[in-house]
């Protein structure tokens, strides 16, 4: 019930942002300081903050309507929510500093890995015949 749960509240998340940002990329100027310059500048925002995201979130709605899917759900949640934040963490100390919207992705992102993970353990492994 916990992976269900977690898993609906990953899709809140994800989901709607990716929507958003996918509809209206030039939001990212202001609440992230990211500016497409180009047409393919707004594609590539479209692409990683919108189908990306919304990916994520649609993965994760499936796996909680449908639990054989859990394990996917939960493993590709931690494996890109464990990549974004060690970069978002990088990048932040090699810039020099954290943003209120770096430290925001950090507290989403951190949380999602180790939940992910700690949910993982309970999961019961699928195999394909």
């Known amino acids: ?25 030039g939001s990212l100027a202001q609440a992230a300081g990211v500016v497409a310059r180009t047409a393919t500048g707004s594609v590539e925002l479209r692409a990683m903050y919108g189908g990306l995201q919304a990916a994520l979130g649609a993965l994760a709605l499936a796996a909680a309507l449908r639990p054989a899917l859990a394990q996917t759900a939960l493993r590709t949640l931690a494996v890109l929510a464990g990549g974004l934040a060690s970069a978002r ?31 993982l353990r309970q999961v019961p492994e699928r195999t394909l015949a």
């Open 1 to 25: 019930m916990a992976t269900r749960i977690f898993l609906g509240l990953e899709a809140l998340l994800w989901l709607p942002y990716g929507i958003y940002c996918f509809l209206v990329p």
């Open 89 to 119: 963490l990088l990048g932040a100390l090699f810039a020099g500093g954290f943003s209120p919207y770096t430290t925001m992705g950090l507290a989403f992102e951190i949380p999602t890995l180790v939940i992910s993970v700690a949910l």
